[in-house]
């Protein structure tokens, strides 16, 4: 007789070097961040090529990000924050090194990774560590035509950084062209009822 445990199904084990790891960030959404965080641009590439890097400066594989001595982005090319997207298959170390630098060396590092987290590395180097903004609306990296299956989420590490969780609707605009719009609707009813209620006072008053 057949066990349960025999009757269950392995998930398969994904082969190294056979999903893509050089995802380039889209434009749209690299200007949702920087207008997030309040800056023209990020001042240093964590992990990139000549070919996607989103700063002047940036690490490659020829020069390894972990080898150099820190990741602190330098002001005068761009603004003190620096940009990551790394290789997927190995998140764990990029994300212990981008703690290690907020707290060593002051930091600001923006991270986009899948949203694992069931994964140890999430439990250990993200959460309680880092702003955490789960993303809305996937992403379509360049050069795709279909948005990435995973869910993903925008890490923000920095000194000055407190630890939260929150949901990020990042390229609904329409969304926020309707809040705009429903705040001012709400505001001019109000002001109507406001000078109705004084209309009404100075006739009682007569």
């Not at 700063?55 to 940009?83: H, I, L, M, P, V």
């Not at 190995?90 to 060593?104: A, F, H, K, P, Y």
């Not at 993303?135 to 890490?155: M, Q, S, W």
């Amino acid at each position: 007789m057949k066990t349960n445990k025999s009757r269950r199904r392995r998930m398969p084990r994904q082969k190294p070097g056979e999903s893509k790891q050089d995802y380039r960030t889209p434009k749209k959404f690299l200007n949702a961040v920087t207008k997030r965080l309040k800056i023209r641009r990020f001042g240093l590439d964590i992990a990139a090529t000549a070919r996607n890097t989103v700063a002047t400066r940036y690490f490659s594989r020829r020069n390894d990000a972990f080898e150099q001595q820190t990741w602190r982005a330098n002001k005068s090319r761009g603004s003190g924050w620096s940009w990551l997207n790394p290789e997927y298959e190995n998140i764990g170390r990029w994300v212990q090194r981008v703690w290690q630098e907020s707290v060593l060396h002051h930091a600001q590092i923006a991270v986009l990774i899948p949203a694992s987290v069931g994964a140890n590395w999430w439990r250990d180097w993200v959460h309680k560590k880092a702003g955490v903004l789960f993303l809305n609306g996937r992403i379509t990296f360049v050069g795709h035509t279909e948005a990435y299956p995973k869910d993903c989420a925008l890490l923000l590490y920095g000194p000055y950084q407190s630890p939260y969780y929150d949901v990020w609707t990042w390229n609904d605009e329409s969304h926020a062209r309707t809040t705009r719009r429903t705040s001012t609707t709400r505001l001019v009813r109000r002001l109507s009822k406001s000078r109705r209620r004084r209309t009404d006072a100075l006739s009682k008053m007569r």
